[in-house]
């Protein structure tokens, strides 16, 4: 396993703490994820969430956010549309490189990586961080809908602007410097050297490993799907696991409603799991148990911007 960075230290943890931020994706996506991720902020449940601002939902979450400076929320940067009956278009517009034959975002990061121009990627997601900064959000960090950034598919990455837009509003951008995981493709480990030698130059600061948990749920509509049980089970194992650094925990709670369900195409259960899983007294003890150091990206901005 890579030897976490310097950062813990830097941020006045104890020698060998594992802290772990736990980031709520999604916000603003819909209605579902609105009410969800309001309620694990409000209970402490989470510690960072990361709104999707082109999304019809994203007012509400912007408004809420801008009501509540005390909280961390960051831009969830957007270049894809991933749902069949629910989608969501560029801020900059439509005559780009950036959109699909039906005018949306593409549904996958292959098309994004072949078909973007960089000039416009990094034109839609200045938009998008300078709308949340608009609507009066204390923005916190940057991270990433579906990796659509990293050049995962096919080796052609946007982290140049995205590192460019970071340091330019002294804010921290969800990159691991480690590869290390649960199915982690160790081939992967130069590509992130080279990106956290380009973050490091720049001044941004970014963690030392980024880590979930399956996005759907095992045997789906099935007989033998997971249960809830045996989700927060694999949950709690992967916080046991947690070394030492700074590690980003992400998940997607929603409230598993019509709404979600007429918007999703898969997993709007798993969604559901998640909302549960972070009030879950199990899940809370093992944090407990473990001495997991919770912290949110707020620290990791103050560090940025030298006012730490």
Not at 35 to 40: D, G, S
Request: charged share 20%.
């Amino acid at each position: 396993m890579t030897a976490p960075s310097d950062l813990a230290e830097r941020l006045g943890l104890a020698p060998g703490a594992r802290a772990i931020i736990l980031n709520a994706d999604d916000f603003g996506m819909c209605h579902a994820a609105n009410t969800a991720i309001v309620e694990l902020l409000d209970a402490g449940r989470v510690d960072s969430t990361t709104v999707m601002v082109p999304c019809a939902w994203a007012p509400e979450a912007l408004a809420f956010a801008a009501a509540r400076t005390d909280l961390d929320v960051g831009v969830h940067l957007v270049l894809t549309s991933e749902w069949s009956r629910y989608r969501w278009r560029p801020l900059t517009g439509t005559a780009t490189s950036l959109v699909d034959a039906d005018g949306y975002f593409p549904p996958d990061v292959v098309a994004v990586e072949q078909r973007a121009v960089t000039e416009e990627v990094a034109a839609e997601l200045a938009a998008q961080l300078q709308a949340a900064l608009d609507a009066g959000v204390d923005v916190t960090h940057l991270d990433n809908h579906m990796g659509s950034v990293y050049g995962l598919a096919t080796g052609r990455d946007f982290l140049g602007p995205v590192f460019a837009l970071a340091a330019q509003h002294g804010l921290p951008f969800r990159l691991p410097r480690s590869i290390d995981g649960v199915g982690a493709d160790l081939a992967m480990q130069a590509t992130l050297d080279r990106a956290a030698a380009t973050a490091d130059g720049l001044g941004v600061e970014i963690i030392d490993r980024l880590w979930s948990h399956p996005f759907e749920l095992v045997g789906e509509g099935t007989d033998a799907a997971e249960t809830y049980e045996q989700v927060r089970d694999g949950f709690v194992a992967l916080l046991r696991a947690v070394p030492a650094g700074v590690t980003e925990i992400y998940l997607h709670p929603m409230t598993d409603t019509e709404e979600l369900r007429s918007a999703v195409d898969f997993a709007a259960v798993k969604r559901g799991y998640e909302l549960r899983l972070l009030s879950d007294p199990v899940v809370i003890q093992a944090i407990a148990d473990e001495g997991l150091v919770r912290i949110g990206w707020r620290a990791l901005r103050d560090l940025q911007r030298g006012t730490r």
